[in-house]
């Protein structure tokens, strides 16, 4: 197996590990095997769609975060942070270059995995949210 495989496959592998801890918190904290089989499918449905949706959004943050829309609010940041030390306006420099510099330091990195797996996991949710509402809504 070649090392790039590798990395992929741990990556998925921890994005996944990290989904199921999530989904395991919230199935702890819903007192899943006392309830009853309808309100455990909606624990699982609200387990699985939860940890996917965080990790969606997650990797929707990395991606606008990559793309240097959050560029201007470090800037911002430092700016106001230099303005308290002594002689630290001397170290500021020009927007364009403070973006220009961050932006070539910001490696291309693909995020995909992270997005894979939370989608995976809502679909799994929406299919517990589906299987609730065939066999027990109106029931």
């Known amino acids: 197996m070649k090392e790039e495989t590798k990395i992929t496959l741990r990556k998925y592998a921890i994005c996944f590990g990290i989904e199921v801890l999530i989904v395991f918190l919230v199935i702890w904290s819903n007192d899943f095997f006392t309830q009853s089989i309808a309100v455990n499918l909606q624990i699982l449905s609200d387990a699985f769609f939860t940890a996917g949706i965080l990790m969606a959004m997650f990797a929707g943050m990395m991606y606008i975060s990559g793309e240097g829309a959050l560029i201007g609010i470090g800037f911002v940041l430092r700016s106001a942070f230099l303005t308290f030390i002594p002689m630290g306006r001397l170290k500021q420099e020009k927007y364009a270059d403070y973006r220009a510099r961050k932006l ?5 990195r693909s995020n995909r995995h992270i997005l894979v797996t ?7 949710g929406i299919a517990f949210s589906a299987i609730w509402y065939v066999r027990f809504y109106n029931a």
């Open 104 to 108: 070539g330091a910001a490696k291309e």
């Open 118 to 124: 939370g989608l995976i996991f809502v679909l799994i």
